[in-house]
Structure formats: structure tokens, C-alpha cells
Nanobody, 124 residues
Framework: QVQLVESGGGLVQAGGSLRLSCVASGRTFSNYGMGWFRRAPGKEREFVATTARNGGSTNYADSVKGRFTISRDNAKNTVYLQMNSLKPEDTAVYYC?????????????????WGQGTQVTVSS
């Protein structure tokens, strides 16, 4: 089992920044690709960003490219999501997830473990 705990959410004005963190425990962190997903009010959960096991490869949803950056520190068992130039439409609960699959994965069914989520609210 892998336990994932997100933090760093909050209320921010449009144009502002937040950095989300997700700490993993239970298994060897570097054996898992990591992803961030989000669920906006009234919408389905969607892919945001992903990074491979060694952090060498990343992929982003078109809606966040150029604004969000995913990174990981395997020594700290932590994955981050730096979010800049936030927009009201970024308001959502953000989830981190871990996948035992190789490479970069953007589909929810490819992920094995999920955190509880952290709320991000962007005011206009």
C-alpha cells in the first residue's frame, strides 16, 4: 500500500500562485510514477500533470501548460505541483496519485493509489 497526503491548498486571487505537496509513505517512492488530478465543482475528475519515476519525463493537460510545473524529490518521497497565473477555472479539489506503470500516465484508471485531496479556490 502507498499512502498519499496532499497539502498546500487554499484561497488565492486570480493571477496568484500556490504550491501543492504530496508526501508518500508505505512503499519505495521511486518505484511509482506520480500524477496530479483535479475535480472542479459539478465536473468529472480530470488529469492535470504527471511525472515519471525519476522525474525525467513530464506531461500536462493543455489547460495548465506553461502555468503549472510538476516535480518530485525522491529523497523526500514528495511530489509537487507549482501553480502560477492561477485562474478562477482552476478552482477544484486537487488529488495526487501513484502508478506502478512505467512511463508517464494520464488516465485515471492507470493509477493505483490516491490521496484525499486538497482544496484550491481561486477568486476573481
Amino acid at each position: 500500500q502507498v499512502q498519499l497526503v496532499e497539502s498546500g491548498g487554499g484561497l488565492v486571487q486570480a493571477g496568484g500562485s500556490l504550491r501543492l505537496s504530496c508526501v508518500a509513505s508505505g512503499r519505495t517512492f521511486s518505484n511509482y510514477g506520480m500524477g496530479w488530478f483535479r475535480r472542479a465543482p459539478g465536473k468529472e475528475r480530470e488529469f492535470v500533470a504527471t511525472t515519471a519515476r525519476n522525474g525525467g519525463s513530464t506531461n500536462y493537460a493543455d489547460s495548465v501548460k506553461g502555468r503549472f510545473t510538476i516535480s518530485r524529490d525522491n529523497a523526500k518521497n514528495t511530489v509537487y505541483l507549482q501553480m502560477n497565473s492561477l485562474k478562477p477555472e482552476d478552482t477544484a479539489v486537487y488529488y495526487c496519485a501513484a502508478t506502478a506503470s512505467f512511463g508517464i500516465r494520464s488516465r485515471q484508471y492507470e493509477y493505483d493509489y490516491w490521496g484525499q485531496g486538497t482544496q484550491v479556490t481561486v477568486s476573481s
